[in-house]
């Protein structure tokens, strides 16, 4: 598996976007996402940005989670981007990915209430 970068690739689609609103701290609550995302991904497939409160799964051959914590007006806002990252056959990615993509609303809110 490549190494995983802060950077998207050149070669990058955003297939969905998700966003959440969670009260208490931001801090706390980028804690217990990098938890819960540690407990579901092997840790090389894993890349955590604390300064900049941005976790991003890499895994499979087209699939890219972006994830981004930040305070705003309503409290922390939780970011959560699927991005096909296929450097080949970069069309199949969503086809591969159609499980993951069409369950993805029902398992971000699963995790927005895992941290909560």
């Known amino acids: 598996m490549p190494s995983i970068s802060l ?7 955003v297939l969905r976007s998700f966003a959440g609103h969670l009260g208490g701290d931001p801090d706390a ?3 217990g996402l990098v ?20 976790a991003i799964v890499q895994g499979e051959w087209w699939y890219r989670g972006e994830y981004t914590v930040r305070e705003d007006d309503e409290g922390v806002l939780v970011e959560y981007e699927i991005v096909n990252v296929a450097p080949t056959l970069h069309w199949a990615g969503p086809i591969a990915g159609r499980s993951a993509i069409r369950d993805a ?3 971000f809110q699963a995790l927005l209430t895992a941290i909560a």
């Open 105 to 107: 609303p029902r398992t």
């Open 29 to 31: 609550a980028f804690r």
């Open 7 to 13: 950077q998207r690739p050149e070669r990058h689609t």
């Open 35 to 54: 938890e819960q995302l540690g407990d579901r991904t092997p840790a090389e497939s894993l890349l955590v940005d604390e300064a900049a409160r941005t």
